[in-house]
Each structure stands twice: as C-alpha cells, then as structure tokens.
C-alpha cells in the first residue's frame, strides 16, 4: 500500500521558537495533502488542505500565520509551527492523497504523526 | 450537534469477546463510511470502509451502514489483545470532500 512519512516522528522545542515537520509520499504523487491536529484522547481535526503549487486552505480557527504550509512539491508538504507555546503541543498527522486512486476512501493515507512538545 | 458522534469509551472486553462500535451522524450527504484503527502515538490506518447503506465483512471485522438511522456500526468477532487500540469511525460525502471523524473509542481487550 501507499506511504506517507513525517519527519520528525518526535520533537521537544522551546517557547517561542519555531518547528517544521516534513510530510512525504514516499510511491505516489500527491497534489493534495492534508494536516490534521489531535488533542489526547480527542479526534483528528482538521487545519488545513495544501494543494502543490498554491496556497493552504486553512478551516475555520486555525491561523495561517501562525502554522504555515507549503508544499512546493508532488511528494512534500511542510508545516511550520511558528512562535511555539505550549498550547501548541499536540499531535500532528498529515494525510496525503493518491490522485491515482480518486474517488475512494483509499485514496487519502495518512502518516505516523509527529508529537510536538513545547516547553 | 457535532455532525459525527462517537462513544469516546474506554471499553473493555474480555479475549475472545464480540465487540460492537457505533457512531451516529447528521449530515445525509455522507456516502462513504470507514473505519480508522489508531494504535497509541500511532497515525490511523484505514480497516473497513462502506460506500452507502449495507454490510461488509473483510475476516473477523463487519462494517453495516444504515442510511435511514444514520447509525454505522463496526463488529470485531473473537477479539483479540493485538485488536486493543482507539477506533475512529469517519464519513465524507463526495470524493472530494473532507472526511469528518468521529471522536475515537478506546478499546482494551483483556487477556
């Protein structure tokens, strides 16, 4: 099946300073990728869709200057968590979808997450 | 009313046991229908899915979709430790809609 990598699978960072997490298909292409957030014991929400080549939409609440996304390629999408606090540390899962398989449930895979702690 | 509702648990069941997992929802747009395994500090992973009304059953697992109630249902047969995870129920409309998550059920299954 279809893998989708993070890269980190963990990180610790100070208040205030900035994370980029990495977000790849490692055997298809993806013009959509997605980025969920998830609370402990809570579900996955989504933030924000980036499409390759232009701008994230971002849900409703979620700022965009404060998680920046881009995903300049068919295999990479970004999210950098800039100014860090705290309330920030949470569990980031990016999804990414497999145009080739549109129009199914298997088209969206999602990677192993990355857990944010912000001291 | 959030449009996906799911029994947060925990739940816990003996070896062997038949588990039961339901979510109801709101939204009537919703066509497909899956059903997510999350192991902790784990992304999820896809384990059944139904498009519109009806039963699937792929080894131990059975997925139903009733669209008239707006209740899906996941059944686990001879449940199994290694089956101890949150199961996340989620739906979308068309293919190119968002999916919409339930809020995850904890489950343990006891040797």
């Known amino acids: 099946g279809a893998v989708v990598s993070q890269h980190p699978s963990w990180v610790i960072c100070k208040s205030g300073t900035s994370v980029k997490i990495e977000c790849r298909s490692l055997?298809?292409?993806?013009?959509?990728m997605f980025w969920y957030r998830q609370f402990p014991k809570q579900s996955l929400m989504l933030m924000a869709t980036?499409?390759?080549?232009?701008?994230?939409?971002?849900e409703q609440g979620v700022e965009k200057d404060k998680f920046l996304i881009n995903h300049a390629s068919l295999t990479l999408s970004t999210l950098t968590v800039t100014s860090a606090h705290p309330e920030d540390s949470s569990f980031y899962i990016c999804?990414?979808?497999?145009?080739?398989?549109?129009?199914?449930?298997?088209?969206?895979?999602f990677g192993p997450g990355t857990r944010l702690t912000v001291t | 009313q959030k449009e996906v509702e799911q029994d947060p648990g925990p739940l816990s069941v003996p070896e062997g046991a038949i588990v039961s997992l339901n979510c109801t929802y709101s939204?009537?747009?919703?066509?497909?229908f899956m059903w997510y395994r999350q192991y902790s500090r784990k992304g999820p992973e896809l384990l059944m899915y139904?498009?519109?009304?009806g039963n699937k059953e792929d080894g131990r697992f059975t997925a139903q979709v009733d669209k008239s109630s707006k209740y899906i249902s996941l059944f686990i047969r001879d449940s199994q430790p290694s089956d101890s995870a949150t199961y996340l129920c989620?739906?979308?409309?068309?293919?190119?809609?968002?999916?919409?998550f339930g809020s995850g059920t904890r489950l343990s299954i006891r040797p």
């Open positions: 980036s499409n390759e080549g232009s701008k994230a939409t971002y």
């Open positions: 055997d298809f292409q993806a013009t959509t």
């Open positions: 989620a739906m979308r409309g068309s293919s190119a809609s968002k999916i919409i």
């Open positions: 999804s990414a979808r497999d145009q080739s398989a549109a129009g199914g449930p298997y088209e969206q895979y």
């Open positions: 939204n009537s747009a919703f066509q497909y």
């Open positions: 139904t498009y519109s009304s």
